[in-house]
């Protein structure tokens, strides 16, 4: 079965390139980010950081930036997904060299800027989500992500979403979160759920769930 995790950066990537697939030093480079992004979900910082350095110094071997900038700013959407405040500075250094829409789309959007941005210019999975937040409607955006397949854009759109997420949302999303190992979504959602939740009885059982996974 196809990988349900499509690298973001390959995605990112080919909607700006001409090129039928990526040279070797992109395949690396898309490779060690894909391992640093299930490492550094799953809590393993030290392989995480090999794994970006490593994504960083294949992407840096081309004079396009787009490969850099996708890293960069998956990077960002990581920190952001599991509630780590980011303001994608490594993107920003570099964004003047940046021609590619959807990348300089996809950055409006992990920074909440959903009104300055063109939807089309997004990867399609985030486009109705999108669109639901540029109409203020949270409802259909929580209905939208508790439908949403893939765990980690979930846990991004999640973090979009900020106060507005339903517990039903977030309780779905642990269920997709722990069945992917990705413990630090796990604890994120957890936090959330946990602030969310006003039964007391139910607040003290959520916290020691998120001692036990510390």
Known sequence: MIKSLLILLILLFSACSTEPAPNSWEY?????????????????????EADLESAVSYAKQGTDVTQLASIYLGTCALNIAVGVEDSCKEYQ??????????????????QKDFDNLDTEMLPARYRAFVIAMQQKNTEQANSIVQKMKDPISQLLEISLLVDAVTIE???QAITS????GYKKGSIFLLNKLEMKTNDLKEKELIRKKIELLK
């Open 28 to 48: 690396k480079s898309s490779s060690y980010f894909e391992s640093y992004k299930k490492n550094f979900l799953s809590d393993n910082d030290i392989l995480a």
């Open 93 to 110: 250094d570099i964004e003047e060299l940046v021609t590619c829409p959807k990348i300089k789309n996809y950055y409006k959007m992990i």
């Open 169 to 171: 949302t977030l309780q």
């Open 177 to 180: 979160s722990s069945f992917h």
